[in-house]
């Protein structure tokens, strides 16, 4: 899992704000109110379309394969089965990241130039100051890391999945395997992906990123399973950070 570490983000005006709508359990940052609500609005908005498109098609929300896209889906499904058939797998993988992807676009729509949604540890943000992401891996005994993410003015995602962490499915045995993309939704299917494909051992690690190498708009991954840590592509400067898993957002 990871994390929005409030000692690097939540300076001078700066709000965070936890919100809750059904199983949907975020986190907010943002420098003004109106962009708070903003997020609010989107997630009410895209979840209530998601749920009908559910509601008239429940296998959309079961498979755990590639999906046939439709014609005039809503936009949230859209991008969620985009997402998940690039990564061959279903398209709730991509759920999490889609919604906050989102959320982020109707803050910026406001004016945001910093605004971060954490949809449990599915994370979009844009950044006109660096900001810290604490890395939350259970049982692994890597502990304390943290990414230094660069400003950005434009939105960007940093995914995680896990299979000794949270409720999300999960077919592999990594405790966190982190993607960034600046296709929000993406990034959270290609994490589950990775995911997926990790066993156990440093061998496995590596052979992970197997699954999401040949994917062009993946900038960067990261495996951690027990103690071994793997790195492919651009990924952002990785520092020490005290990461409590009380303030992670758990959905």
Not at 89 to 94: E, K, L, Q, R
Not at 95 to 100: F, L, Q
Not at 114 to 135: K, T
Not at 146 to 163: E, K, L, N
Request: hydrophobic residues 45%.
């Amino acid at each position: 899992m990871c994390e929005v570490l409030e000692k690097d983000c939540l300076k001078g005006n700066q709000m965070k704000e936890l919100f809750q709508l059904k199983e949907t359990v975020v986190t907010i940052v943002a420098d003004r109110e109106l962009h708070l609500k903003k997020a609010k609005e989107s997630i009410h908005y895209h979840r209530v379309a998601l749920e009908r498109f559910i509601a008239y098609d429940p296998f959309f929300r079961s498979t755990l394969e590639p999906y046939d896209c439709q014609e005039n889906v809503p936009e949230v499904v859209k991008r969620m089965i985009v997402a998940g058939n690039t990564m061959g797998i279903g398209p709730m993988s991509a759920v999490a990241g889609t919604i906050a992807s989102l959320a982020v676009e109707a803050m910026v729509d406001a004016g945001a130039t910093f605004a971060i949604v954490d949809n449990g540890g599915d994370i979009a943000l844009i950044n006109d100051r660096p900001v810290a992401i604490g890395v939350y891996a259970g049982p692994s005994p890597v502990k304390d890391l943290a990414f230094r993410v660069p400003c950005h003015d434009h939105i960007t995602g940093i995914c995680t999945s896990s299979g000794t962490v949270g409720p999300s499915i999960s077919f592999g045995m990594a405790d966190a395997a982190i993607i960034f993309s600046d296709d929000v939704a993406l990034a959270d299917a290609a994490a589950t992906a990775l995911g997926n494909a990790t066993s156990i051992g440093k061998e496995a690690v590596e052979k992970a990123f197997d699954a999401v190498k040949p994917v062009s708009d993946i900038n960067g991954a990261m495996v951690i399973q027990g103690e071994y840590i793997g790195m492919w592509g651009d990924i952002p400067e990785i520092v020490r950070a005290d990461v409590n898993y009380d303030c992670i957002t758990k959905g």
